[in-house]
């Protein structure tokens, strides 16, 4: 049997349609409507048309995509474990938990008068550089932008080629997940965290430290399944034309998290629906790291539970969907392909104006980011309280029985760029 010649055989029964056959055939269904009426657009100003055909991809294109797309360890992705240090003296170390219920590398996050335990593997908070760790990834940077509202001056980026040196093991993590948090679209999100990056690659080489050789991209991941998809996508593909012309390696690592924002103290145990399509996101989207947070994590009060439900959803969508077997499975679908090629279309033309303003390195580019974020936020507030983008259990079918969890105010970071909450901007002005 011929597999191949069968399939040919099979698919020559039906007729061949081209995009033009279908848009009229979907406007005869519209009874004199147009095609272009049913055409809608994303928060970042995307198209999204009705059906996308062949004829809406570049076959060259998309097969030069599939080499750069994929992860960087062909056998999946690492479950990477926050370890969330417990107020009062836990009852036993959480990264022993971690490494004893599925994780494969973790690192410390720090609340506010929390106890701490023995050294961490990883460490993420600039503030606490100064801890023995194994290795800590860090990020000045994007920590100053959005508590200050300002980039680092000429003596902190000296401290910091300094620390680096001293400190083999130190890398750094730009946290794409600082500006995603503060409300920014996420074309905004990934052109901001790209101009992080090589920010940090002109600041450092002056100093005599060759950054990219241990850095990574870390994301949040909200519930915009197919545009976090095309977001990861495109971080892969604007990277590595980047990085030809900044002679830096061609890929980095890329880290997805849970997003914070939407997550709800109301009807808390949704938050576990969103981490699993959020974590399936950052799979198909080609994550190398992984991170779901316990669906309580809000509270800063999670339980051993919680923590082992959060772990396990990488680990399932591994070993019981089998999502690791596939190494590329948004390559080739129509709508996904042509989504990233309309994202890196308007990453580039945000990259092009950031590096007119010198990027992350002058105030300028940094009051164009507060702006960005103000603006973002107040089309997002009006989109949540209209209704119009739904918050279930807040502003859908909320539960009149519900006992809303206490919130953690310490995890919403940033005084200059505010972390949001969905919740908190879909309640009406009282």
């Known amino acids: 049997m011929n597999m191949e010649k069968d399939i040919q055989s099979l698919l020559s029964e039906f007729p061949a349609y081209s995009k033009k056959d279908w848009v009229q055939l979907i406007e005869k269904t519209l009874k004199g409507g147009s095609y272009e009426d049913l055409v809608s657009l994303t928060e970042e100003g995307i198209a999204i048309e009705p ?24 056998k999946g992705w690492k479950n990477r474990v926050v370890i969330y240090p417990s107020k009062q003296a836990p009852q036993e170390p959480l990264h022993e938990e ?20 023995a050294a961490p593997a990883y460490v993420i908070d ?10 800590c990834l860090i990020d000045p940077l994007t920590e100053k932008i959005i508590s200050e509202g300002a980039p680092l001056k000429r003596e902190e980026w000296d401290r910091l080629a300094d620390f680096l040196k001293q400190h083999p093991q130190a890398g750094l993590a730009v946290q794409g997940r600082n500006f995603q948090e503060a409300g920014l679209p996420l074309t905004h999100t990934l052109s901001y965290t790209l101009a992080a990056a090589i920010t940090y690659g002109i600041e450092l080489r002056q100093r005599g430290i060759d950054s990219y050789e241990r850095m990574e991209l870390s994301f949040s991941i909200g519930s915009r399944y197919f545009m976090e998809i095309a977001k990861l996508r495109s971080a892969r593909l604007l990277w590595f034309r980047l990085a030809q012309l900044i002679e830096a390696p061609g890929r980095l690592p890329l880290h997805a998290r849970t997003a914070l924002y939407n997550k709800t103290a109301a ?5 576990l629906l969103r981490a699993t399509v959020e974590m399936a996101a950052a799979v198909v989207g080609g994550a190398d790291v992984l991170t779901a947070d316990p669906y309580d994590y809000i509270s800063g009060q999670h339980s051993a539970f919680s923590r082992r439900i959060s772990r396990n959803i990488p680990i399932m969508l591994k070993d019981e969907s089998y999502l690791d077997k596939v190494q ?26 950031l590096e007119s303003m010198g990027w992350l390195r002058e105030p300028a580019a940094v009051e164009q980011l507060m702006r960005d974020a103000e603006k973002a936020v107040a089309q997002l507030t009006g989109r949540l309280r209209s209704g119009k983008q739904v918050l279930l259990g807040v ?6 029985n519900d006992q809303p969890l206490p919130v953690e105010a310490a995890l919403f970071k940033g005084k200059a760029l505010p972390f949001i909450r969905y919740e908190t901007l879909a309640m009406p002005e009282a």
């Open 51 to 74: 059906v996308y055909t062949q004829e809406d991809l570049n076959d060259a294109t998309v097969q030069k995509r599939h080499a750069l797309l994929q992860r960087l360890a062909p």
């Open 98 to 117: 971690a490494a004893n219920w599925g994780a494969d590398e973790f690192y410390w996050e720090q609340l506010p008068g929390a106890v701490l335990p």
């Open 126 to 135: 600039w503030q606490q550089i100064e801890r023995p760790a194994t290795a």
């Open 267 to 271: 009807d808390a145990y949704n938050n």
């Open 328 to 353: 590329l499975p948004a390559s080739g679908s129509y709508f996904v392909e042509a989504a990233t090629e309309a994202f890196c279309q308007q990453v580039w033309q945000q990259l092009q104006q």
């Open 395 to 400: 502003n859908k079918y909320p539960n009149p």
